[in-house]
């Protein structure tokens, strides 16, 4: 056996060249979804769509509050991806929002918000500190 072919066989067993954001994406709180990010690959690229309940978080930054995720989700653009890691952002009436997401293994990642530096002065003038990522699980 070559070892070209091992490391072939290898490789798709493995997943590689699969995209690892692809699916549905949840997280819940108080027993109802309050994130649900769909993923999708087309043509190479990386689309889908988001939607965030209303959520409270803590001093910490800990999600200690969230409304269910609304019906209508919201379209992902410029979505970027860097070896686990999938940048995009959301447009969100005039603002437009922008999110990272890590996976952590095969079925969790972490959604992030990215903060301008604007954005960080207005949620400390308000008292609010910065969320904490949110652990998201792939639904099967």
Not at 49 to 78: C, F, M, T, Y
Request: proline share 4%; net charge negative; aromatic share 6%.
């Amino acid at each position: 056996m070559s070892i070209v072919f091992v490391v072939t066989a290898l490789a798709l067993a493995l997943g590689q060249g699969q995209v690892p954001f692809t699916g549905m994406w949840t997280a819940e709180f108080g027993g109802h979804t309050f994130v649900r990010l769909q993923l999708a690959t087309r043509d190479g690229a990386t689309q889908g769509a988001l939607g965030i309940g209303d959520i409270h978080v803590d001093s910490k930054g800990a999600v200690d509050r969230a409304q269910e995720v609304p019906e209508k989700l919201v379209a992902i653009s410029n979505a970027a991806a860097k070896d686990s890691t999938l940048s995009f952002s959301c447009q969100d009436g005039d603002d437009v929002d922008r999110f990272q997401l890590e996976i952590v293994d095969a079925d969790h990642a972490d959604l992030r918000f990215l903060l301008s530096d604007q954005d960080r002065a207005e949620l400390a003038a308000n008292g609010v500190p910065v969320p904490k990522p949110i652990r998201l699980t792939r639904m099967p």
